[in-house]
């Protein structure tokens, strides 16, 4: 079934209706897009997804647990876990540095005893922070404070501290927002390693990258779902 569920799923701020009857549904190792005009409701449908905010009605499951109206470290704790847009860094400390923090934080914060039998052993903890450099294409820039990154390499970074809690399921909100050309291009390649072996849900602006890097599409308007395709589907009916 899918590793994520959302019924009936609706918003109100007073009498504004955010998200009205959202259905969406993502299966296991799918790489979706949520795109929308200013105002369509994407960061509201997201924030409910990650249990930010609470929906006035219906139902989300996360691997079949209803994860309605849990907290955010609840869902982190399943293996949901969100990359801020503006992800908090230590500037004066090194890339690695922010790594080992990030680790060590979900580690102590959720108890997961199977990333604390991984930690624990000889040389865990620098393993899996040398997993996640690769990953995010920073192994080179491990040692430099966070202050000296470019930008492109501190969003880098944010993905990679999202990564510190080994998700199944991995929310971007604008993983390529403020990026040029030649890093978005890079990004949505490590991306795409990065979904291997987990779900991936993605929100942005720049429909081009987005169509890279995503299979499906939901496209959301005045709070409902306009549409679902693939990208090739959408493009050619906008
Ligand atoms: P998008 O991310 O697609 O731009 P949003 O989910 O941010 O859309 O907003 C959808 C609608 O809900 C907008 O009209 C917005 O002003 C409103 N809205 C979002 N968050 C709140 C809130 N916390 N309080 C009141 N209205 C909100
Ligand atoms: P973004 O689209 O990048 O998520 P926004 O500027 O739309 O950022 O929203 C910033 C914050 O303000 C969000 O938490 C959102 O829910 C909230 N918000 C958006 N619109 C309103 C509104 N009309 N009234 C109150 N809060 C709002």
């Given at each position: 079934g899918p590793i994520l569920q959302a019924s009936g799923l609706t918003k109100r701020y007073g009498g504004l209706?955010?998200?009205?009857d959202i259905n969406f549904s993502v299966n296991p190792g799918e790489r979706r897009g949520i795109i929308g005009p200013n105002g369509a409701g994407k960061s509201t449908f997201f924030k409910m997804l990650t249990c930010e905010v609470v929906p006035t009605s219906g139902t989300i499951t996360f691997e079949g647990n209803?994860?309605?109206?849990?907290t955010v470290t609840d869902v982190c704790q399943l293996g949901l876990t969100k990359s801020y847009q503006v992800n908090q860094l230590f500037s004066r400390l090194t890339v690695r540095e922010n790594l080992i923090i990030a680790v060590l934080a979900e580690l102590r914060g959720k108890f997961r005893l199977d990333m604390f039998r991984r930690i624990d052993s000889v040389s865990g903890l620098t393993d899996q922070v040398n997993r996640t450099l690769a990953m995010v294409n920073l192994t080179e820039r491990a040692d430099v404070p966070v202050s000296e990154l470019a930008y492109g390499e501190k969003r880098r970074l944010e993905i990679g501290l999202a990564l510190a809690n080994s998700p199944s399921l991995l929310l971007l909100d604008?993983?390529?927002?403020?990026?040029?050309p030649q890093e978005r291009v890079e990004t949505v390649k490590l991306l795409k390693s990065i979904a291997k072996g987990r779900t991936l849900i993605v929100i942005d602006h720049d429909m081009d990258s987005l169509f890279e890097l995503v299979e499906k599409v939901t496209v959301l308007q005045e709070g409902r779902v306009l549409v679902e395709g693939t990208p090739e589907e959408i493009k050619s009916n906008p």
């Open positions: 209706v955010a998200n009205s209803d994860i309605t109206g849990k604008e993983p390529l927002a403020g990026m040029s």
